[in-house]
């Protein structure tokens, strides 16, 4: 299944700058893990980042314009990072399985002169196979809805960016005569829409309908367990909706579908869930399938909607992990609200297997700031955001941290040092190169 390698993004709110894992230009650095978690104080930004894949998935699927007032985020202007005036970019670099070469995309938003929202760049490149380049090849380049991409699996061009920005007046000076049975010249007659949106539904352009068919499979978490209580129209549906309105469906879908396979399912969930006995389903005259829930030290069962938020919570993030199509990217902001604490062990160890299991499952990213779920994860698939002094956000993984990794280590816990401030970067510095009387102090010392 397709992995994100690293993940970039400029001026979206209190990130101004912020990377996460591999890019193009830093491939050195240790792509992303299948399990990601990002940490921090209230207001560093968790939920703005949370909040880029939500506003790139929406901007593929409604447009940018529409993405900048979806969700409650205001526009454009209280998008952009305060006090900035460039563009909103952002940079994908991913893989589409553990075989194949990586793929970087690229896409900024602007204003125009009426401060409507519109894609003023964008393009994908990919490395090429079994030769050496400085640089990936061009295949979808469009600069203000116009430019060319490469039809087939024809490769473009490595193009001199200076600064790295894909430049049409580059590739004009590259194009040949000869060149142009492998191009198609683009013209957009929506600037507010992405390229992707549009040519990703063409068969003659594989790479991007493959890569647009990644970012549709993202699901971003917007549970809430009151819309789960609710008892929707019979019908069954194959996957749950980002805010679980549809559990009654997708339970029903499951059991018509995989029917033994499913009862596992159910039993496997309660052996999860504390004090749950057993899990079962209950058809309506109407047709609609209720969920009941054993209680134990209770002769009758509970139904979905007098259960508890964290059951259902629980309940919901096992169901969506066992998807039969499971989506490629699985985010979800503070899984541990309403869960009882020794509940997130539990609950880490499901998405790590998940993720990493036979075939590929989805990739996980989670941000919270509950030291229990830490504790349950190791360094390198934690990642630390911190606003600095200009108000903007930095990120760094906690394994870059060679106090942090000894610590680790030596058997105490993530969370731990996490909640002792271990992980807070002033202090890390300090107590790594901490000079007292003219003698360095090093972090084995603690």
């Known amino acids: 299944m397709a992995k994100i390698q690293g993940f970039r993004v400029r001026n979206y709110k209190v990130l101004r700058d912020v990377t996460l894992g591999r890019l193009w230009d830093q491939r050195e650095s240790q792509p992303l893990t299948d399990l990601t978690a990002v940490i921090g104080k209230n207001g560093v930004g968790k939920s703005a980042l949370f909040d880029a894949f939500g506003f790139l998935f929406d901007a593929l699927n409604s447009g940018v314009e529409a993405a900048c007032d979806a969700r409650g985020r205001g526009g454009f202007g209280r ?57 990936p090849f061009v295949f979808l380049i469009l600069n203000d809805g116009t430019g060319w991409a490469w039809t087939g699996e024809v490769e473009g061009y490595v193009i001199d960016e200076g600064e790295g920005k894909l430049d049409i007046g580059a590739l004009n000076r590259l194009v040949t005569v000869e060149d142009w049975s492998a191009t198609e010249v683009i013209e957009l007659e929506d600037r507010r829409k992405l390229g992707i949106a549009t040519l990703g539904a063409l068969k003659q352009h594989p790479r991007i309908s493959a890569f647009r068919r990644f970012i549709e499979g993202w699901y971003l978490s917007y549970f809430t367990p009151d819309a789960a209580r609710g008892l929707p129209l019979a019908g069954p549906q194959p996957h749950l909706n980002i805010h679980g309105d549809n559990l009654g469906n997708v339970v029903q879908f499951m059991e018509r579908e995989h029917p033994q396979r499913f009862k596992g399912i159910l039993q496997g969930i309660a ?176």
């Open 79 to 135: 998008i952009r990072s305060q006090g900035e005036t460039g563009p909103i970019e952002f940079e994908v670099y991913y893989e589409e399985d553990a075989n194949a070469r990586s793929i970087i995309y690229e896409v900024a938003i602007d204003v125009d002169e009426s401060r409507r929202p519109y894609v003023l760049r964008e393009g994908l490149r990919q490395w090429p196979e079994g030769v050496s380049y400085d640089r």
């Open 271 to 446: 052996e999860k869930i504390p004090g749950i006995d057993r899990i079962s389903t209950e058809k309506t005259s109407d047709g609609r399938l209720l969920l009941r829930f054993n209680d134990r030290g209770f002769v009758d069962p509970f139904y979905v909607q007098q259960m508890s938020d964290g059951t259902l919570k629980v309940f919901a993030y096992l169901l969506l992990l066992e998807d039969s199509t499971p989506p490629s990217f699985l985010c979800i902001e503070e899984p541990e609200n309403g869960l009882y604490h020794k509940l997130l062990e539990t609950l880490v160890d499901e998405f790590r297997q998940h993720a990493s299991g036979p075939g590929g499952g989805s990739q996980v990213f989670v941000t919270t700031h509950q030291p229990y779920l830490v504790d349950a994860l190791n360094p390198e698939e934690v990642w630390i955001l911190e606003k600095e002094a200009d108000g903007f956000s930095t990120i760094r993984r906690a394994s870059d941290d060679p106090l942090v990794k000894n610590l680790v280590e030596e058997g105490l816990p993530l969370g731990g040092l996490w909640y002792s401030d271990y992980l807070d970067a002033r202090r890390t510095a300090f107590l790594s190169t901490e000079e007292h009387g003219g003698a360095r102090r090093t972090a084995t010392s603690f």
